[in-house]
């Protein structure tokens, strides 16, 4: 059961120590995998939106490779290897162009692009080597020398020098990556640590891959204090590049020797040389081989002068000189170098300036160090895209963007590469510059019309009659392609947007309403990549909405009409009236006598106009009673009038003699005879029967009393 038990707990034990492992101290995941990898060496793999993905070797050096290390808790880095030394990544590759200066706690705070911004395969995966835990520090120090202290329990702490040789230095100068063990160093000669000690009497037999699986009697066992802290100078760590303007992989090359640092000479200087104190300084591939004095001169001995490496030698002493102290030269000719590990950042100009109207014309200069020639400038912008790379066979180069747009709104960087054996290295990107484009939007002009005809322009503004159609059309003269309108009201607070085409919009409104009335005016806007611009209001125009004339006019004329017609119908009713009761009247039946049988007679008789004759114009109606006729006839006279006739004295009828049958023709002679008479109907004339006595005209009149 206690052997279950702990089974178990050895076995949960390893489990958290692969997951911590992988953990980082601070950011985001990050964990070293592949073929030959090992806990504190492999490829670089960073965990994010849930996936693990690799990172690109484009830029990646030392201080990159310090900042993982530091975040494994496994030392200091001891190489930045590239081009998938630990075989290839299959997710995706989130990391590219990353720039670290060394100090960053988590890779994801240095400096890079984004995720997944990258130009790369993973046949360029990095990865690193770190030192485990273990590393060199102290004054002095250098990559390959300095105090040795061993991480443990979360903390760092110093090796005790009893007992320690060359055989354990050699140890640590694999596990560090320096080469050989040149010294086996004690009695603090890097200084005096501060933490625990935590090793004493290591026993190595030179074969091992960490120190800590030497003999020792356990961690914390000892009788030591810090002026017995141990350190190791090792073979790659008799050189170092140092003066003005150095890195860690470029400067003034320096020997150790005779326990004094001192220049080489530039006599015959050349790139052989300097790939073997690239190689030696582990930083890559010599890029540049400097001379005269490039970065500034030294001041200690001349070492050596005259050297001829074939390139393959591990150390520099390893090559043909005429030997320590032998040459021929003063210190401004002192050598240098610059290996692709240590390629500058590339500087980044603009002009005119970073801020340009769209349509200008702007240049973009990249410039490295006068050490580089015959190199590659690439132009990156932000939004991912590339300008032609331009070889130069100067230290700089410029790019040209003849006609600025709002695509050319962005953030851009340059990058520097020099191919070298067929090998390409790259600079890490320079920094940031960003090109703003800006727009002088002018004030859009604003018109109305109305396709049905419903608009009249009067001094108040634009009167549209309710129902009809209109529309509001916005346009402005630039030469933006895109952009927008927004036509604004106040009545209600209304804004509508229309896309612009070809630099105008219409707002059409189909039926006007009351509640289209008020001022109108017009805004036009531009949106860049990451900016808006936008124009001066336009006046207000003022729409009206008046209700139709017709629907004014047409009640009062309707009724106008209605009266007309009543009027015309009231009279022609009265008219037709009168003619129908003078049909009536002109044809009655009249008693004139009684016959022998006691029966009365009746005639028909048409009433006429008549005036007396037989006297003197103008007499009167009293004055028929004084003139007799002997046989007591009266003779009438029937004539027409005109309008200037005479009136008519007496009104007498036309009788139809009808007495009946049988009777006799001859009447009495106190009975008064009359005729029919026949009125023509368009004719004037007068018939006489009597002529002196008791004579009437009858008239007939034309129509005029």
Same mark, same amino acid.
């Given at each position: 059961?206690?052997?279950?038990?702990?089974?178990?707990?050895?076995?949960?034990?390893?489990?958290?120590?692969?997951?911590?492992?992988?953990?980082?101290?601070?950011?985001?995941?990050?964990?070293?995998?592949?073929?030959?990898?090992?806990?504190?060496?492999?490829?670089?793999?960073?965990?994010?939106?849930?996936?693990?993905?690799?990172?690109?070797?484009?830029?990646?050096?030392?201080?990159?490779?310090?900042?993982?290390?530091?975040?494994?808790?496994?030392?200091?880095?001891?190489?930045?290897?590239?081009?998938?030394?630990?075989?290839?990544?299959?997710?995706?590759?989130?990391?590219?162009?990353?720039?670290?200066?060394?100090?960053?706690?988590?890779?994801?705070?240095?400096?890079?692009?984004?995720?997944?911004?990258?130009?790369?395969?993973?046949?360029?995966?990095?990865?690193?080597?770190?030192?485990?835990?273990?590393?060199?520090?102290?004054?002095?120090?250098?990559?390959?020398?300095?105090?040795?202290?061993?991480?443990?329990?979360?903390?760092?702490?110093?090796?005790?020098?009893?007992?320690?040789?060359?055989?354990?230095?050699?140890?640590?100068?694999?596990?560090?990556?320096?080469?050989?063990?040149?010294?086996?160093?004690?009695?603090?000669?890097?200084?005096?640590?501060?933490?625990?000690?935590?090793?004493?009497?290591?026993?190595? #037999?030179?074969?091992?891959?960490?120190?800590?699986?030497?003999?020792?009697?356990?961690?914390?066992?000892?009788?030591?204090?810090?002026?017995?802290?141990?350190?190791?100078?090792?073979?790659? #760590?008799?050189?170092?590049?140092?003066g003005p303007g150095s890195t860690q992989c470029s400067g003034r090359v320096e020997v150790f020797h005779g326990g004094t640092w001192g220049t080489v000479c530039d006599d015959g200087w050349d790139l052989n040389d300097a790939q073997v104190v690239c190689r030696q300084m582990n930083c890559g591939t010599a890029v540049s081989a400097l001379s005269s004095a490039h970065f500034g001169r030294g001041s200690g001995p001349i070492w050596l002068d005259d050297v001829v490496c074939s390139g393959n030698e591990s150390s520099l002493t390893e090559c043909q000189h005429p030997g320590f102290r032998s040459h021929n030269c003063k210190h401004d000719k002192d050598a240098g170098v610059m290996c692709s590990a240590s390629l500058p950042k590339p500087s980044i100009s603009m002009n005119?300036?970073?801020?340009?109207?769209?349509?200008?014309?702007?240049?973009?200069?990249?410039?490295?160090?006068?050490?580089?020639?015959?190199?590659?400038?690439?132009?990156?912008?932000?939004?991912?895209?590339?300008?032609?790379?331009?070889?130069?066979?100067?230290?700089?180069?410029?790019?040209?963007?003849?006609?600025?747009?709002?695509?050319?709104?962005?953030?851009?960087?340059?990058?520097?590469?020099?191919?070298?054996?067929?090998?390409?290295?790259?600079?890490?990107?320079?920094?940031?510059?960003?090109?703003?484009?800006?727009?002088?939007?002018?004030?859009? #002009?604003?018109?109305?019309?109305?396709?049905?005809?419903?608009?009249?322009?009067?001094?108040?503004?634009?009167?549209?009659?309710?129902?009809?159609?209109?529309?509001?059309?916005?346009?402005?003269?630039?030469?933006?392609?895109?952009?927008?309108?927004?036509?604004? #009201?106040?009545?209600?607070?209304?804004?509508?947007?229309?896309?612009?085409?070809?630099?105008?919009?219409?707002?059409?409104?189909?039926?006007?309403?009351?509640?289209?009335?008020?001022?109108?005016?017009?805004?036009?806007?531009?949106?860049?990549?990451?900016?808006?611009?936008?124009?001066?209001?336009?006046?207000?125009?003022?729409?009206?909405?008046?209700?139709?004339?017709?629907?004014?006019?047409?009640?009062?004329?309707?009724?106008?009409?209605?009266?007309?017609?009543?009027?015309?119908?009231?009279?022609?009713?009265?008219?037709?009236?009168?003619?129908?009761?003078?049909?009536?009247?002109?044809?009655?039946?009249?008693?004139?006598?009684?016959?022998?049988?006691?029966?009365?007679?009746?005639?028909?008789?048409?009433?006429?106009?008549?005036?007396?004759?037989?006297?003197?114009?103008?007499?009167?109606?009293?004055?028929?009673?004084?003139?007799?006729?002997?046989?007591?006839?009266?003779?009438?006279?029937?004539?027409?009038?005109?309008?200037?006739?005479?009136?008519?004295?007496?009104?007498?009828?036309?009788?139809?003699?009808?007495?009946?049958?049988?009777?006799?023709?001859?009447?009495?002679?106190?009975?008064?005879?009359?005729?029919?008479?026949?009125?023509?109907?368009?004719?004037?004339?007068?018939?006489?029967?009597?002529?002196?006595?008791?004579?009437?005209?009858?008239?007939?009149?034309?129509?005029?009393?």
């Open positions: 059961m206690a052997n279950t038990h702990s089974t178990h707990l050895h076995c949960w034990t390893i489990v958290c120590l692969l997951f911590t492992s992988s953990l980082p101290a601070a950011g985001v995941q990050i964990r070293l995998v592949g073929p030959g990898s090992t806990q504190c060496s492999g490829r670089v793999e960073v965990f994010h939106g849930g996936t693990w993905g690799t990172v690109c070797d484009d830029g990646w050096d030392l201080n990159d490779a310090q900042v993982v290390c530091r975040q494994m808790n496994c030392g200091t880095a001891v190489s930045a290897l590239s081009s998938a030394h630990f075989g290839r990544g299959s997710g995706p590759i989130w990391l590219d162009d990353v720039v670290c200066s060394g100090n960053e706690s988590s890779l994801t705070e240095c400096q890079h692009p984004g995720f997944r911004s990258h130009n790369c395969k993973h046949d360029k995966d990095a990865g690193v080597m770190c030192s485990d835990h273990i590393r060199l520090v102290g004054p002095g120090s250098t990559q390959c020398s300095g105090r040795v202290e061993v991480f443990h329990g979360g903390t760092w702490g110093t090796v005790c020098d009893d007992g320690w040789d060359l055989n354990d230095a050699q140890v640590v100068c694999r596990q560090m990556n320096c080469g050989t063990a040149v010294s086996a160093l004690s009695s603090a000669h890097f200084g005096h640590g501060s933490g625990p000690i935590w090793l004493d009497d290591v026993v190595c #037999s030179g074969s091992e891959s960490s120190l800590t699986e030497c003999q020792h009697p356990g961690f914390r066992s000892h009788n030591c204090k810090h002026d017995k802290d141990a350190g190791v100078m090792c073979s790659a #760590s008799q050189i170092r590049l140092v005119p300036a970073t801020e340009v109207t769209w349509g200008q014309s702007v240049s973009i200069t990249c410039s490295i160090s006068a050490a580089f020639l015959d190199g590659t400038f690439s132009l990156m912008a932000s939004s991912g895209s590339r300008r032609n790379p331009q070889t130069s066979t100067s230290n700089s180069a410029t790019f040209n963007i003849p006609t600025v747009t709002f695509e050319n709104d962005g953030s851009y960087q340059c990058q520097y590469q020099k191919t070298i054996s067929s090998q390409t290295f790259s600079s890490p990107p320079s920094d940031p510059v960003t090109l703003h484009v800006t727009v002088n939007l002018h004030q859009p #002009s604003i018109s109305v019309m109305s396709p049905s005809g419903g608009l009249v322009w009067v001094p108040e503004g634009a009167e549209v009659t309710r129902g009809h159609s209109f529309v509001i059309t916005c346009s402005v003269n630039a030469g933006y392609p895109g952009g927008r309108f927004t036509l604004i #009201s106040d009545s209600d607070n209304i804004t509508t947007t229309e896309a612009a085409v070809n630099n105008s919009a219409s707002f059409n409104f189909s039926v006007a309403e009351y509640e289209h009335q008020g001022n109108y005016s017009c805004v036009y806007e531009v949106t860049g990549s990451t900016r808006t611009f936008t124009s001066p209001q336009t006046a207000a125009i003022h729409i009206i909405i008046r209700f139709p004339l017709l629907l004014l006019v047409l009640p009062p004329v309707a009724g106008g009409l209605l009266l007309f017609l009543l009027v015309f119908v009231v009279i022609f009713l009265i008219r037709r009236r009168r003619s129908h009761s003078g049909q009536i009247g002109a044809h009655v039946q009249t008693q004139m006598f009684e016959d022998d049988d006691g029966e009365e007679d009746y005639i028909n008789v048409d009433e006429v106009y008549t005036k007396e004759l037989n006297g003197p114009a103008g007499m009167g109606d009293d004055d028929d009673d004084d003139d007799d006729d002997d046989d007591d006839d009266r003779d009438y006279e029937e004539a027409e009038t005109d309008g200037n006739c005479m009136k008519s004295k007496r009104a007498c009828f036309n009788v139809e003699g009808s007495q009946g049958e049988g009777e006799s023709g001859d009447s009495s002679d106190d009975e008064a005879d009359y005729e029919n008479v026949t009125q023509p109907p368009s004719e004037q004339y007068a018939d006489i029967y009597g002529e002196n006595e008791n004579v009437y005209a009858n008239y007939e009149f034309s129509g005029h009393l």
